[in-house]
């Protein structure tokens, strides 16, 4: 599978926006997939994901209640919502594929990246 993250782009703190991830390929659905991001100077960080069938998510505690992770296994599409977004998101986001379930907060357990996209969240 290869991946393909949506443009990003700049928003004020207290917006919204909606990132995806396109996936070529027929295996997309039995992929777990995520998404991270690295701010800049800072290493690359776990932000969200799910299982194949989408039943099972995680996310880092500092976006709980702001980001939704979702995928649309016809589509071979992922989402990542992001609502009453902070300058601390500001950051390049990544989605990633996963072909195990274990241990998905980690960049490790992932084999595909999509490309970086920039989100800028800022007055």
């Known amino acids: 599978v290869q991946l393909q993250a949506s443009a990003g782009g700049l928003v004020q703190p207290g917006g919204s926006l909606s990132l995806s991830c396109d996936a070529s390929?027929?295996?997309?659905?039995?992929?777990?997939m995520g998404w991270f991001r690295q701010a800049p100077g800072k290493e690359r960080e776990f932000v969200a994901s799910?299982?194949?069938?989408?039943?099972?998510?995680y996310y880092t505690d500092s976006v709980k209640g702001r980001f939704t992770i979702s995928r649309d296994n016809a589509e071979n599409r992922m989402y990542l919502q992001m609502n009453s977004l902070k300058a601390e998101d500001t950051a390049v986001y990544y989605c990633?594929?996963?072909?195990?379930?274990?241990?998905?907060?980690?960049?490790?357990?992932?084999?595909?990246w999509g490309q970086g996209t920039l989100v800028t969240v800022s007055s």
């Open positions: 990633a594929a996963a072909l195990g379930g274990w241990n998905t907060q980690s960049a490790r357990s992932y084999t595909v």
């Open positions: 390929g027929r295996a997309f659905s039995t992929y777990y």
């Open positions: 799910l299982s194949p069938a989408g039943g099972t998510t």
